[in-house]
């Protein structure tokens, strides 16, 4: 047998707060998720993203404690258009989520935002510049 990618898994502070983030951008956690120490959403193409609690973690992994300073990662999500980058950023950041990155044209031919969830993570929002088939 051979391992295969399957899940996503990102460690929370208030699971509450993080669900609600990332229903906003479209992510379908099942009703009651937010009360949960640990909540999973299916994704297209059969992946998962699995959020746990800190204390979650703490009871697998004695004495865990969150890392100091900026993330290693993000997740990278894409937009149908350049202007859902702008839209979907503008709409996290008025509902109070913490901007990274306003939305830019990068050179690489996309339209590019950063925005943080409630812990910090980065999520990318990105979409092609021009027209249909556009490789970027």
């Known amino acids: 047998m051979t391992p295969r990618f399957d899940a996503i898994g990102l460690i929370v502070a208030d699971m509450a707060a993080s669900v609600a983030f990332y229903r906003r951008v479209g992510f379908a956690f099942p009703e009651g998720a ?7 959403a299916q994704l297209p193409g059969g992946l998962r993203l699995m959020l746990d609690t800190e204390e979650m973690v703490r009871s697998i992994v004695a004495g ?7 993330g290693r990662h993000s997740l990278a999500l894409l937009c149908d258009s350049p202007g859902e980058v702008d839209r979907v950023y503008e709409d996290l950041v008025a ?28 999520v990318d929002l990105f979409a092609p510049i021009g027209g249909p088939g556009e490789v970027s």
Not at 64 to 70: E, F, K, L, M, S
Not at 101 to 120: C, F, L, N, S, T
């Open 95 to 122: 509902a109070g989520y913490q901007g990274g990155h306003k939305p830019w044209d990068a050179e690489w031919g996309q339209r590019y935002a950063v925005v943080h969830d409630p812990d910090g993570h980065g």
């Open 64 to 70: 865990w404690q969150p890392p100091a300073g900026g």
């Open 34 to 40: 937010e009360n949960e120490p640990h909540a999973e």
